[in-house]
């Protein structure tokens, strides 16, 4: 109560118009952290797998909390000891993982900054490296959309503008634009606003023909193809009570600690269905919709809704509800790309909602372009 009751005094230092506000270079907000699991065991303790690997949940969670730690940087007023803005993550645009091995005995290095703004809102590119001998590998690029809110959480905010200098910074800003109006046309072409295109129609109904029983003459005897799984028992499902320990100042639950259990129920829904020890190859498109409060009960449901040869797209549904009540809201959809050691079963859709989600993560899937091919040494795991 004591935070909140400070952060109402910082209002007077909210801009009237972002026109008020001084212009940021990206080099005003850079920022390096090192996280020593080399030189520090008891911490490398809370980064460890029960297969001795990276919890890659974990990762998760650090990415979002420097990417706002980024954005109080653009922002930072230097009269002022407490910053009047809320940073609040409002979408993990990509994460792609490199073709770099992760060990949890040597120094991981994030680095990042802010490469676009708009008036509210604010894009952040970070990267992650580990030590290999004398040098720092690349492990991943991340791209995060982060907004502004007031002091109090209660409405937007202007940002500082952002100048870019030179070539390769005009075209980060550039990209950032780009990237913008990729994410409007991708939700504007949304399953939940708009019919499957005609390919994607001949898709669904060529799978369902190869579902039906050639012995009978009829559309609801069905029988799955050799080597294929029906969607709905790829499932798994998980409950958390939010407890005031991953709390933030506003009373509600972190997005880094939403992003971990998700990525880690999602995890186990790609090793269950594979039978192998799956690695993360992308996540994209993980939108906040909704906040979680302290006390709520998070309902976490994933499941495979596309594979093709070694690569299985994941599907986290997140939802709460109150104690007091059994009404569900929708706050998150989590979409992972993971990569099996083995080539996996093909999913199948049964009914005509599960189709939709067969073309929503075929949809995901291309977006990650050409997919990667993933050394044995590569090990990102929960």
């Keep these: ?38 030189s520090q065991p008891a911490l490398r303790e809370k980064y460890l797998t029960f297969q001795n690997t990276i919890r890659f949940g974990r990762i998760l969670e650090d990415l979002d909390s420097l990417g706002v730690l980024i954005c109080y940087m653009h922002n ?72 502004a809110r007031d002091s109090e959480n209660k409405g937007p905010a202007f940002v500082n503008p952002l100048i ?7 075209e980060l800003f550039r990209q950032g634009e780009l990237n913008k109006g990729r994410r409007v046309a991708f939700s504007s072409m949304s399953l939940l606003k708009m019919a499957p295109s005609a390919k994607e129609r001949t898709t669904i ?19 799955l193809p050799p080597n ?8 798994l499902k998980s409950l958390e009570v939010c407890h005031p320990q991953e709390r933030n100042i506003f009373n509600r639950i972190f997005g880094g600690f939403l992003m971990r259990k998700a990525y880690e129920l999602g995890w ?42 070694k690569y299985i797209q994941v599907r986290v549904h997140s939802e709460v509800s109150s104690l007091q009540s059994k009404e569900h809201r929708t706050t998150n959809v989590f979409h992972f790309t993971f990569m099996s050691e083995k080539d996996v079963p093909l999913v199948f859709p ?32 929960p």
Aim: glycine fraction near 6%; include cysteine.
């Design 205 to 223: 109904h060529e799978m369902f023909l190869s579902t039906l029983d050639p012995k009978t003459i009829s559309f609801r005897s069905r029988v």
């Design 1 to 38: 109560m004591k935070a909140m009751e400070e952060r109402k005094l910082l209002h007077s230092f909210l801009a009237k118009s972002q026109e008020g506000l001084p212009p940021r270079r990206m080099k005003d907000s850079y920022i390096e952290v090192l996280l020593p699991l080399g």
């Design 76 to 147: 930072k007023i230097p009269s002022a000891n407490m910053s009047p803005l809320s940073i609040v993550t409002a979408l993990v645009d990509k994460i792609d993982m490199c073709k770099s091995g992760l060990s949890s005995e040597q120094d991981i290095k994030f680095s990042g900054h802010v490469s676009w703004v708009g008036k509210t809102s604010m894009e952040v590119k970070m990267q992650m490296f580990q030590s290999h001998g004398n040098d720092f590998s690349p492990v991943l690029d991340a791209t995060f959309v982060m907004v």
């Design 350 to 381: 049964r009914t005509y909602g599960e189709s939709m989600l067969y073309l929503d993560g075929q949809r995901h899937f291309n977006s990650m372009g050409v997919p990667v091919a993933v050394k044995k040494e590569y090990r990102v795991e």
């Design 164 to 170: 870019p200098e030179g070539p390769e910074e005009e």
């Design 228 to 235: 294929a799984v029906w969607m709905e028992d790829s499932k």
């Design 268 to 309: 186990a829904t790609a090793y269950n269905f594979g039978g192998s020890r799956p690695f993360v190859v992308a996540v994209d498109d993980i939108m906040f919709q909704k906040p979680v409060e302290v006390g709520s009960l998070l309902f976490l449901s994933s499941q495979v809704c596309f594979t093709q040869d």
